[in-house]
């Protein structure tokens, strides 16, 4: 896999310790082992401090499985209480299924690159279906539990530390750009939507899933219901005072999802509801939910209903073919 500058985009070359730049001097060092090419930190941590805890859980690495490890980095955060921790390990433990659901949308034999990989479940299921895949993230921390995902299941996929908005690659570099719940954690999700546009070949394809801002279900993030029919304005303070947490998340409509991928310059734009495989279900509530869902979008009327208050939301579009 080659590299490039997120500065100047010339073509890095890659040394034990680390990525340097012919062209522009500048030098990238590897976290954990792995390369980590961005220009910011996510919201959470400073570089430095998400560099130590990286190294910290890596030390963690071969000593368990990637639950475990999982695990490993929740005892290190204590920013996270019991129920959002077992909502969490439970979400990183099914990654997998929905990572097949989502790599069964993507042609065979496509070079994919999928942007915020975090634990890797994508990564897995893309890699068992035989397509070239490689994983971005912010967070080098949640890449090493990826490696130990991919590890565990005998596979293995280039992974690296990098910006949705600032990506380590040449234009037209893949077929295929994916993003599993990312959008709503970027500051600025226009940018990245013209990123991925970038290093998407011409003809190439985006599929885009994120949480429904609208979802008559409780927020994935914080489990509280109603939180994104709030004014933006007020969520961080209503999330401050039922939870006592910051908020940074911005869930986006599948309306707004829309506008924003056709505003970034992607061509054939489609929004809709996701198709949820009946193997999602976790006890006898969920399979009659996913029943119930799955009847509703067997008809176009119910198909906009779910797109406008579902759970989930898909945006598909393709980069316009070279003239």
């Not at 340097?20 to 001097?25: A, F, L, N, R, V």
């Not at 499985?65 to 209480?81: E, N, Q, W």
């Not at 995902?149 to 994916?178: C, H, T």
């Not at 193997?279 to 198909?303: D, E, L, M, N």
Request: aromatic share 8%; with cysteine.
């Amino acid at each position: 896999m080659r590299y490039h500058c997120i500065h100047c985009y010339h073509e890095l070359e890659v040394l034990p310790a680390g990525g340097e730049c012919p062209s522009c001097g500048r030098r990238y060092p590897r976290v954990a082992g792995l390369l980590d090419l961005r220009v910011a930190p996510d919201c959470y941590l400073s570089l430095d401090d998400e560099r130590a805890k990286a190294e910290r859980l890596a030390g963690h690495e071969t000593d368990t499985d990637v639950l475990g490890l999982a695990s490993v980095y929740y005892s290190m955060t204590d920013d996270v209480d019991e129920a959002r921790r077992r909502r969490f390990l439970a979400h990183i433990a099914h990654a997998e299924s929905r990572g097949s659901a989502l790599a069964a949308a993507i042609p065979a034999g496509s070079r994919v690159l999928e942007v915020g990989c975090g634990t890797g479940g994508f990564l897995v299921a893309a890699r068992r279906a035989g397509l070239e895949v490689v994983g971005a993230d912010v967070a080098t921390r949640w890449l090493v539990v990826a490696r130990r995902r991919l590890a565990d299941r005998g596979l293995s996929a280039p992974i690296v530390g990098a910006n949705a908005e600032r990506l380590p690659w040449a234009d037209a570099s893949f077929d295929v750009v994916v993003a599993d719940s990312v959008l709503e954690h970027l500051a600025d999700p226009l940018a990245a939507l013209r990123e991925w546009r970038r290093v998407v070949r011409p003809g190439g394809r985006l599929l885009v899933w994120s949480p429904n801002r609208y979802t008559l279900l409780p927020d994935p993030h914080v489990g509280l219901w109603g939180l994104g029919w709030l004014p933006r304005r007020w969520a961080p303070a209503y999330v401050r005072l039922r939870r006592g947490l910051p908020w940074s998340v911005r869930p986006l409509s599948t309306r707004e999802a829309l506008d924003l991928a056709a505003k970034a310059g992607w061509r054939a734009v489609e929004a809709g509801p996701i198709e949820v495989p009946a193997s999602w279900a976790r006890g006898a509530a969920t399979r009659a939910a996913i029943r119930s869902y799955r009847v509703a979008c067997a008809t176009r009327a119910g198909r906009a209903i779910v797109g406008h208050v579902g759970p989930l939301w898909q945006v598909s579009a393709c980069r316009e073919e070279a003239a």
